[in-house]
């Protein structure tokens, strides 16, 4: 079957736009995370869904950033007003069910660069 | 807290040889560890597992690791390296104490010279 894909794969922006990342993870997965890969800090979580609610938001860099998913699938990521130091690849993965043997499975990713 | 140190930034075999990659973890409770592959331009791939079942836990593309409590240590080899085994390698260690989300090494690049 399909696996979780992303969109765009590439995005340039000006400094100061707002964009939308999105994410379409496995069908059937109520596991979802976001986790962004940059030269400076590796690899991070940003945020975790459980159908459609965020109950750990904890990675979010700041209030700029932002996700929302709906009918427990398609999740965006938002970030406001982007600042160069976003450029980096932003990740999604999902999981089957909520657990610590369960096996994350990633997307391609979108690059996101920052001008 | 959980965490994983990647000892190796960059790590060069000649295609053939022994691929040693470390892993060492830092948990309170027992672990479930994991390595991902990951090719440029791409995703994360799972190459294999450790959830308390084995020590020794088998993957794909003839990698394996050791689980080992005494040394804290989830170290990924595979006997006889190929050209197509460069990539960049990640340790990950569950976070138990809520959602279950990865935390990261900070990655090990794989050279392989022909």
């Known amino acids: 079957g399909a696996g979780v894909s992303q969109s765009p794969s590439n995005k340039v922006t000006e400094k100061g736009k707002d964009v939308e990342l999105r994410c379409d993870p496995i069908s059937g997965h109520t596991a979802l995370y976001w986790y962004r890969q940059s030269l400076g800090q590796g690899l991070e979580f940003l945020i975790y869904f459980q159908g459609n609610s965020a109950p750990d938001k904890s990675g979010l860099p700041s209030d700029r950033f932002s996700a929302e998913r709906t009918g427990g699938s398609v999740s965006t990521l938002t970030i406001q007003r982007t600042q160069q130091e976003d450029s980096a690849v932003y990740l999604c993965?999902?999981?089957?069910?909520?657990?610590?043997?369960?096996?994350?499975?990633f997307g391609p990713g979108t690059r996101l660069t920052v001008l | 807290a959980q965490s994983v140190t990647q000892l190796g930034s960059h790590v060069s075999v000649s295609e053939g040889a022994l691929v040693l990659l470390r892993c060492n973890y830092s948990s309170s409770v027992p672990p479930y560890l994991f390595w991902y592959v990951q090719y440029p331009n791409q995703g994360l791939q799972l190459l294999l597992k450790?959830?308390?079942?084995?020590?020794l836990v088998k993957g794909i593309n003839g990698f394996e690791a050791e689980f080992k409590k005494s040394e804290t240590s989830f170290h990924l080899t595979k006997p006889s390296a190929h050209m197509s085994d460069a990539a960049e390698y990640f340790c990950?260690?569950?976070?138990?104490?809520?959602?279950?989300?990865?935390?990261f090494g900070t990655g090990t690049r794989l050279k392989v010279l022909a």
């Open positions: 990950a260690v569950i976070n138990t104490s809520g959602t279950y989300k990865y935390i």
């Open positions: 450790y959830t308390s079942a084995a020590t």
């Open positions: 993965a999902s999981s089957l069910i909520m657990g610590p043997a369960d096996t994350q499975y």
